[in-house]
């Protein structure tokens, strides 16, 4: 297959752009840990997993078809971004990331699989660089299209699972660090819930190229 570090390359420019994902990521592992942080990046990759599927399936397709649907899913998005990014600057401490009972932490990592795959599966933008990006890597001099293609999808998921854990784990440093320093936990809330929102009003206005 023809071009495969240019494929791990883009991603890696891809993956390294601060966006929502991202600053989800950092943003629960410094409020609730590395075991929160790192279901969010499970969520984020079963999303991506479920991108390059329906990119297989040419959902973007029928975004072009029907342009009613991909502002469905944007608005959508953007909505559940705004209500992540509202949530974040609501609350006023840092929990403790220490201590939770087995419930709590299995609860806790549910809602953090939801969030990361709820982020990403709204964002038609995810979608349409899935439908953009596979096609181009891709040789059918070389093979069965239908098995590069999964190739490609299997390695855009592992690859971004490992940025994602990276995140995580960063996140989950900050929030030892902010445990320490009241000022700087209003700080990193009032930062990542704007960040957040910010990125909510611009999907608000993305339009399909």
């Known amino acids: 297959m023809a071009g495969l570090w240019l494929f791990f390359m883009a991603l890696a420019v891809v993956y390294l752009l601060p966006g929502p994902d991202m600053i989800l990521l950092l943003q629960t592992g410094a409020r609730q840990g590395k075991g929160a942080a790192l279901a969010t990046a499970i969520g984020l990759g079963i999303a991506r997993g479920c991108h390059v599927a329906l990119a297989a399936l040419g959902l973007a397709a029928l975004f072009k078809a029907a342009p009613w649907t991909f ?13 992540i990014g509202i949530q974040c600057l609501r609350t006023t401490m840092l929990p403790s990331l ?26 038609p933008k995810a979608l349409l660089f899935c439908s953009v990006l596979l096609p181009q890597f891709i040789n059918p001099q070389a093979g069965p299209v239908l098995a590069q293609f999964a190739t490609l999808g299997v390695l855009l998921v ?7 854990s990276a995140y995580a784990l960063a996140g989950a440093a900050l929030g030892r660090w902010l445990q320490r320093s009241p000022s700087a936990q209003r700080v990193q809330q009032w ?9 909510a009003l611009r999907l608000t206005f993305v339009q399909q190229a």
Not at 99 to 113: D, F, Q
Not at 158 to 164: A, H, K
């Open 71 to 83: 502002d469905v899913v944007r608005l959508a998005g953007a909505a559940y971004l705004l209500w």
């Open 98 to 123: 220490n201590g939770a009972s087995e419930t709590v932490e299995k609860s806790r990592w549910r809602e953090s699989i939801q969030r990361g795959l709820l982020t990403n599966l709204l964002n």
């Open 158 to 164: 592992g690859i971004g699972l490992l940025f994602d």
């Open 191 to 199: 930062l990542f819930g704007s960040l957040l929102i910010g990125f």
